[in-house]
Nanobody, 125 residues
Framework: QVQLQESGGQLVQAGGSLRLSCAAS????????MAWFRQAPGNEREFVAA????????LYADSVKGRFTISRDNAKNTEYLQMNSLKPEDTAVYYC??????????????????WGQGTQVTVSS
């Protein structure tokens, strides 16, 4: 069974840092685009960042550009999201996702067909 499992979410103060991990199992995603999305209470799921298979191409939402860094380790079948200078508005459930159909570094959720269960990030002011 293919699974994406996020970890690393927790309560942190504004200005702090967190690193999220997403470990894949059941198949390799080394040739696939992977991404992070987030969803705050009452809001729709929104794009955070995406990364191509070789890490040469990345894409970020304007709201996180310069503060978050997406990366991946294909040998470990894992992607990461380093989050610095966290703000209360970053509070959300963070989801990792993988695209096995379009092979496009994209901000559109419909391009991704595998999703994790999410990890909660709470930033206190």
């Amino acid at each position: 069974q293919v699974q994406l499992q996020e970890s690393g979410g927790q309560l942190v103060q504004a200005g702090g840092s967190l690193r999220l991990s997403c470990a894949a199992s059941g198949r390799t995603f080394s040739n696939n685009v992977m991404a992070w999305f987030r969803q705050a209470p009452g809001n729709e799921r929104e794009f955070v960042a995406a990364i191509g298979p070789s890490s040469s191409r990345t894409l970020y939402a304007d709201s996180v550009k310069g503060r978050f860094t997406i990366s991946r380790d294909n040998a470990k079948n894992t992607e990461y999201l380093q989050m610095n200078s966290l703000k209360p508005e970053d509070t959300a459930v963070y989801y990792c996702a993988a695209d096995t159909t379009y092979y496009i570094v994209s901000q559109f959720s419909y391009h991704y067909d595998y999703w994790g269960q999410g990890t909660q990030v709470t930033v206190s002011s």
